[in-house]
């Protein structure tokens, strides 16, 4: 079965920094790797997404500060989040669509921005 494991959540003051991973198993292709936030009473934003052949896209909000990759061989994409600020959090999730076009949601990891 697919499954999408998303760790590196934390808590830190503002202007900190922290590195997200979502691992996943159980497929082999997939046509996007994406991230989403929530916050507990409003509806999930985009974060950032990046395609097959690397290119990536990323919400206005986090433009500049958030910096998202992958790692093939380890199935493996990445969230580097800097200058972090107390409006980033939230509970950030890993979404994945498989070749197959099936959606598919990690859990989600918490991120903590402190004043």
């Known amino acids: 079965q697919v499954e999408l494991v998303e760790s590196g959540g934390g808590s830190v003051q503002t202007g900190g920094s922290l590195r997200l991973s979502c691992r996943g198993s159980?497929?082999?292709?997939?046509?996007?790797r994406s991230w989403y936030r929530q916050v507990p009473g409003k509806e999930r934003e985009f974060v950032s997404t990046?395609?097959?052949?690397?290119?990536?896209t990323y919400g206005n909000s986090v433009k500049g500060r958030f910096t998202v990759s992958q790692d093939n061989a380890k199935n493996t994409m990445y969230l580097q989040m800097n200058n972090l600020q107390p409006a980033d959090t939230a509970i950030y999730l890993c979404?994945?669509?498989?070749?197959?076009?099936?959606?598919?949601w990690g859990q989600g990891t918490q991120v903590t921005v402190s004043s």
């Open positions: 979404h994945t669509t498989t070749c197959d076009w099936k959606n598919h």
């Open positions: 159980g497929y082999t292709c997939s046509h996007l």
């Open positions: 990046i395609a097959t052949d690397g290119t990536t």
